[in-house]
Nanobody, 125 residues
Framework: VQLQASGGGLVQTGDSLRLSCAASARTFSRYHMGWFRQPPRMEREFVAA????????YYADSVRGRITISRDNAKNTVYLQMNSLKPEDTANYYC???????????????????WGKGTQVTVSS
C-alpha cells in the first residue's frame, strides 16, 4: 500500500493541526495504521495507532489527551488531530500501515509493512 502524508506546517505553541494520510490500496480497511515522528537529531518514535476497523486506538504517553488518531475507510485516509501543540512536537511525521495480525507491541515498535513520506510539523515557542 502506498501512503502519502500531508497537512504539516509551521504553527505556534498551543495551536492545532490535522495531518492526513491517504492510502492507495482498495484494501485499506484491512490494515492497522500508525503515526510516527522523528524530531530533529533524534530517533523515530511512535505517536499513535488505530486498528483496521477504527474501533481501537493506542497512544504514546507523551501525546495522550492532546492528539487523536482516526480513520475514514471510505476515503482510504487516516488522520492525526493534534491540539495544544508544543515545541517538543516539532518533528517529521510519518504514517505507516501494518497488515492484520500485528498486536499493539508490534505497532508501537514500528513493525509496519509500508511507510509514507513524512510531513514536517514545526511548533514555534
Amino acid at each position: 500500500v502506498q501512503l502519502q502524508a500531508s497537512g504539516g506546517g509551521l504553527v505556534q505553541t498551543g495551536d492545532s493541526l490535522r495531518l492526513s494520510c491517504a492510502a492507495s490500496a482498495r484494501t485499506f480497511s484491512r490494515y492497522h495504521m500508525g503515526w510516527f515522528r522523528q524530531p530533529p537529531r533524534m530517533e523515530r518514535e511512535f505517536v499513535a495507532a488505530i486498528t483496521s476497523s477504527g474501533r481501537s486506538t493506542y497512544y504514546a504517553d507523551s501525546v495522550r489527551g492532546r492528539i487523536t488518531i482516526s480513520r475514514d475507510n471510505a476515503k482510504n485516509t487516516v488522520y492525526l488531530q493534534m491540539n495544544s501543540l508544543k515545541p517538543e512536537d516539532t518533528a517529521n511525521y510519518y504514517c505507516a500501515a501494518a497488515s492484520l495480525g500485528r498486536g499493539w507491541d508490534s505497532l508501537v515498535a514500528g513493525d509496519m509493512d509500508s511507510w509514507g513520506k513524512g510531513t514536517q510539523v514545526t511548533v514555534s515557542s
